[in-house]
């Protein structure tokens, strides 16, 4: 069964940063594309950023210059690393696998992220 635990949220200024972590179980990691994604209330969900097996990364234009998308295939572990937070980033942060985000087979908790002076 896939398991993903998102966990590093937390309140934090404007200018501050954040390191999310997700770690996951469940399904072949190692050979899995991973991606981030956020949904601030009453918006839709959103892609944030995406990493190849290979370390290769993708990121939304309002992110872009500010988070960076991470990996450990041995750890089965990923990370954002989120700098110069902004408010319009408060949301709650997901990781999944894209193909599974795409079906909704499985979503974890998330971790809330909050940028407020």
């Known amino acids: 069964q896939m398991q993903l635990v998102e966990s590093g949220g937390g309140l934090v200024q404007p200018g501050g940063s954040l390191r999310l972590s997700c770690v996951a179980s469940g399904f072949t990691f190692r050979i899995a594309t991973m991606a981030w994604y956020r949904q601030a209330p009453g918006k839709q969900r959103e892609l944030v950023a995406t990493i190849t097996t290979g370390g290769s990364s993708t990121y939304v234009d309002s992110v872009k210059g500010r988070f960076t998308i991470s990996r450990s295939n041995p750890e089965r572990t990923m990370w954002l690393q989120m700098n110069s937070l902004r408010p319009e980033d408060t949301a709650v942060y997901y990781c999944?696998?894209?193909?599974?985000?795409?079906?909704?087979?499985?979503w974890g908790q998330g971790t809330q992220v909050t940028v407020s002076s």
């Open positions: 999944n696998r894209p193909a599974a985000a795409a079906t909704n087979e499985y």
